[in-house]
Structures are given as structure tokens and as C-alpha cells.
């Protein structure tokens, strides 16, 4: 529909309401296309829960006390020489679900590699040591040999964001989805809220037709499950566990049969992977429980003497450092949904760029924090599971983000790339193989899983004295 004077004034009653109609001060300069952009914007913006979250900005939680009451999770963690369950038991059952065909996969691919210097999607950029090949395609050739180790579909649902969609779609249908089903690759995306301005609560523009909007958070992916029907996409296949990662994370065991057994057999409705922190200052999330509750409290928001708590061991209370690895039950998500409560907002204050009343493009000065975002986080579910449960994971074989470009900085496209080398190096050596000290190594997904696998693909005797790509 062509915007009109009809739409400006439905626009305008809107925001006139919330005190919000300055947005609209530049709209009769505005080209038609840049109308219908603002209009669309504005009819997805709520007026009144802004006002409702900017509000109460400054209404923190009492970290402080809740850190205080903190306890280490119930967790499943390696060395246990005697868990309730075996992994063994936890393996089977794990891997029972995935060959009846319950199980699928979210990937959140949201962002941009914008601090890898790299301005597209994430998910294409390249982290093979050797094949140069991008994390979506370690990623979906991960699921594409899973899928055949249980001889069941495992349908992917991608979370992507204004910022990557279109990219994303194009580049994963020209790789012909790294070899899965196309039917079975589904990409749904999160949705946005708007900046304010920190000292008003006022609507910033980043154009003179646009308003300046941030992607809500991963646990935007709620809410978007349920707005791009992927969710009752989830419930019509029969899928009874999700299981939940990250673009960036090109070692995640995926869909890791052990940890979903030990959510089976525990009974859990929402399942974190973890590892052990190595200082009290780790800049992950803290995964506690607090009076009987599993939840995560950032690092951030983590008070020094708390984080630094010992117990009588000698170990850290407060060990167990989120990775960003879940599994949920379907039917959990789908109660959450429900529940306008489900998932609180989290304040960023943060610096933003803005069109000022005279329609010029403001940029905010050194430290300036002139704006406030709101965010939603997935982990923020974990209270509202009747159960939750973690599972220890070894940084070493399930966990190197790259987040970082190369530099000072650890999680960058180096430390990954050394790290998948170091993995890989250790199968083909466990396997009987020799591999040259300087020789790097890259053991594509389709080739071998694990370990296990390796040493039945590797024929002996094998030395490897160059850079080489088992494929």
C-alpha cells in the first residue's frame, strides 16, 4: 500500500501517544520508498513498551545478593569416576533420539564479522586451517555427517537477522546447502527493537526515514520461532529436542548424543554445555544455580569477591563458564512462548549515530554513551525450566569461538585455526599416525566425526610432513 496522508496520521496518532511523533518530523521530504520503510518500521515498533523498559532502565538486579546465594550448577563433569549416569548410558540414549528422528538443530547466525574485519555475514567467513573452508560449511557438513552416522534427518533451523538474511540465503543455496536437504534448512529471523536516547527516552533515527534499530538478542529467537512459524514447523515434524549453537564455534560436537542423554535421562526441559573457568575473571557467562535454579550470571555483573570464592578444595564455587551450547525440549519452548513474562530485557548502554531535529547526522564524542539498547538473552529461559541440568565439555575438543581479529586478543581466526590443527593432530596420532611438528592438519566433518572414527578411515602406516586436508 502506497503510503499517504491517511498513513501519516495512523502513524502519528501511534507515537503521538507515547510522546514518540517527532520520528515523523522529516516524513513529508521523504521519497516514497523511504515512507514506506518508516511506516513499516514504526507499525513494528511497540510506543508503550518502550516507554516501559526505558523506564525502568535503571532497575538492575541485585547481583551482589543473588551472587551471594550462589551455588555451582548440578552438573555432569568429566572425571567423575562415578556420575548417576554413565556417559555411556547417556551416549546411547542421546543417540537413540537422533536415529528415531526427534531431534533438530537451531544455529543462531545473526551477526556480522565485523570485528574480523570481515563486513558480511559471520558465518562465511573463512576458519579451515588448511581448506580455507567457511564455518557454515564445517557447520552444516558437521549435521550432513551426523545425519548419516543415525540414518535420520535432522532439520536445521537457521537464525539470521536483517543485517545477514539476504546474504546468508544466497550463499547457502548457491553451496546447495553444503549437501543437506534444502527442504530440511529453514531460516527464520530475529526481529529488532529501537534505540533511545539515554537522557529522554526518545526514538533515535539513525536516517532521516529511519529509525535506528539493533537486532533484539539472541533470545529474540523465541519469539521469532513462533512469528515465522518455525516453530509449529518444529511440532508437525515431531522434533522433541533442539539442540543450539552458535555460528562461531567451528569445534562444537554437534548434536552432541551425550549431552542430549544426560537431558534425557535427567529429565531436563532446558540443558547447558560448559567448561571449567580457569581464573575468576573468565569473560564468560557464570552458570550457577541460586534456591534450587539454574541461571546464568554475566561476568559483568559478577562481583569480584563472589567470582574469586573457593571452596575448601581449592576449586573456584563459581566454576562453570557457559559456551552457548543448549538443548531445549520443543515443548517447553512452545509453554515459554506463551508466557508474556518469558524473557526479561537487559539494558546496553551504548553510542549511536542519530539525525538531530535539524536533520543532521550526529556522532556521538570519546566515551559518550548517549543511547540505550534493549536485548533479550536465550539463557534467561534456564529459571523457567522445571529442570535443567549441565554438562562439562573439554575446551580443547568442543569449544574455540572466533570472535576476535587477529592480535593481542585470544578467540581469534589464529588461536581457532591452532586449535582445530591440535584436535586433529591428536586422532591421527591416537590412530597410529606420525605428523610432522610444522605440519598442519584439517580433517573435514564428511571424513571423520571423532576420534573413533579417524582411526577407522586413517590406513596405516600414514606420515604427514605437509599441510593436508583428509577429505
Known amino acids: 500500500m502506497m503510503p499517504n ?7 502519528h496518532a501511534r507515537l503521538a501517544a507515547a510522546k514518540q511523533e517527532h520520528v515523523l518530523r522529516f516524513w513529508h521530504a521523504l521519497s516514497t520508498s523511504e515512507r514506506m520503510r518508516l511506516a513499516a518500521q514504526v507499525e513494528q515498533v511497540d ?5 516501559q523498559l526505558y523506564a525502568k532502565r535503571d ?5 551482589r545478593a543473588l551472587a551471594a546465594r550462589a551455588e555451582g550448577p548440578p552438573a555432569f563433569r568429566l572425571g567423575d569416576d562415578r556420575p548417576v549416569i554413565s556417559r555411556e548410558a547417556a551416549q546411547r540414549r542421546g543417540a537413540e533420539a537422533l536415529a528415531a528422528g526427534k531431534v533438530g538443530a537451531i544455529l543462531v547466525a545473526g551477526g556480522q564479522g565485523s570485528r574480523l574485519g570481515f563486513e558480511h555475514a559471520k558465518g562465511m567467513f573463512p576458519i579451515g586451517p588448511v581448506s580455507g573452508h567457511s564455518l557454515f560449511q564445517i557447520l552444516f557438513e558437521k549435521l550432513l555427517a551426523t545425519r548419516r552416522r543415525y540414518g535420520a534427518a535432522i532439520p536445521l533451523y537457521v537464525m539470521t537477522s536483517d543485517a545477514t538474511h539476504d546474504e546468508t540465503a544466497a550463499y547457502l543455496a548457491e553451496h546447495d546447502y553444503f549437501g543437506l536437504p534444502a527442504a530440511d534448512v529453514r531460516l527464520f529471523k530475529q526481529g529488532n527493537l529501537p534505540a533511545v536516547d539515554a537522557a529522554t527516552g526518545q526514538l533515535l533515527l539513525e536516517q532521516r526515514g529511519s529509525l535506528a534499530l539493533s537486532p533484539d538478542g539472541h533470545g529474540g529467537m523465541l519469539q521469532a520461532l513462533v512469528a515465522s512459524g518455525s516453530l509449529a514447523d518444529m ?22 548424543p551425550t549431552f542430549i542423554g544426560y537431558h534425557l535421562a535427567s529429565g531436563s526441559e532446558m540443558s547447558t554445555q560448559v567448561v571449567a ?26 562481583p569480584s569477591e563472589c567470582a574469586a570464592r573457593r571452596n575448601a578444595d581449592g576449586a573456584l564455587a563459581l566454576w562453570a563458564g557457559s559456551i552457548a551450547v ?36 550526529v556522532e556521538p564524542q570519546g566515551d559518550e554513551k548517549n543511547a540505550i539498547k534493549f536485548e533479550r538473552f536465550i539463557f534467561d529461559l534456564l529459571p523457567a525450566a522445571r529442570k535443567s541440568i549441565v554438562m562439562e565439555v573439554d575446551v580443547a575438543e568442543a569449544f574455540a569461538p572466533v570472535k576476535n581479529a587477529d592480535g593481542p586478543a585470544k578467540d581469534s581466526p589464529t588461536t581457532v585455526k591452532r586449535q582445530m590443527v591440535a584436535l586433529h593432530r591428536r586422532w591421527l596420532e591416537a590412530a597410529g599416525a606420525s605428523v610432522a611438528a610444522d605440519a598442519d592438519v584439517e580433517i573435514r566433518p564428511t571424513f571423520a566425526l571423532d576420534a573413533e572414527e579417524a582411526a577407522r578411515r586413517v590406513s596405516l602406516p600414514l606420515e604427514v610432513q605437509t599441510a593436508t586436508l583428509f577429505e
Open 277 to 302: 573457568k580457569t581464573a575468576p575473571d573468565d569473560r564468560v557467562g557464570n552458570v550457577v544455580s541460586i534456591d534450587g535454579k539454574v541461571q546464568i550470571i554475566e561476568y559483568s555483573d559478577l
Open 235 to 256: 511440532q508437525a515434524r515431531g522434533l522433541a529436542q533442539l539442540f543450539y549453537f552458535q555460528v562461531d564455534n567451528p569445534l562444537v560436537v554437534m548434536c552432541d
Open 59 to 63: 532497575a538492575a538486579q541485585d547481583f
Open 5 to 11: 496522508d491517511a498513513t501519516y496520521e495512523r502513524l
Open 47 to 51: 510506543p508503550a513498551l518502550v516507554a
Open 326 to 361: 543448549h538443548v531445549f525440549d520443543t515443548a517447553f519452548l512452545a509453554r515459554v512462548a506463551g508466557t508474556p513474562e518469558g524473557l526479561p530485557y537487559h539494558v546496553a548502554r551504548k553510542a549511536a549515530a542519530y539525525i538531530d531535529a535539524e536533520g543532521n547526522r
